[in-house]
């Protein structure tokens, strides 16, 4: 499986963007999706996650209600729409692909190579 994660950029404090998450190799829908962030010197963390039909999904505490994660089995890619952007929303946005919806990173099979989301203020 491989996985091609885009979409990051320079935002403005209070702006938007939306990471696409592009999956080739074996069925997408055979996959529960992740997307984790890794903060400048801190370590990486998970932001959210979505299992195999789109039906269950989950977010960090940090994210609710700003960020939104979906998926397209037409196009075998997963989105992260990221909204109402923070400073501290700046890292290297990661996609992952497992088994099930986990926060431990080490539970997932696959990762993309990360794209940057640099928040201004």
């Known amino acids: 499986v491989q996985l091609q994660a885009s979409g990051g950029g320079l935002v403005q404090a209070g702006g938007s963007l939306r990471l696409s998450c592009a999956c080739s190799g074996r069925t997408f829908t055979l996959y529960a999706m992740g997307w984790f962030r890794q903060p400048p010197g801190k370590e990486r963390e998970f932001v959210a996650g979505?299992?195999?039909?789109?039906?269950?999904?989950e977010y960090a505490d940090s994210v609710k209600g700003r960020f939104t994660i979906s998926r397209d089995k037409a196009k075998n890619t997963v989105y992260l729409l990221l909204t109402s952007l923070k400073p501290e929303d700046t890292a290297v946005y990661y996609c992952?692909?497992?088994?099930?919806?986990?926060?431990?990173?080490?539970?997932?099979?696959?990762w993309g190579q990360g794209t940057l989301v640099t928040v201004s203020s």
């Open positions: 992952a692909a497992g088994d099930f919806i986990t926060s431990q990173g080490n539970e997932y099979d696959y």
């Open positions: 979505i299992n195999r039909s789109g039906i269950h999904i």
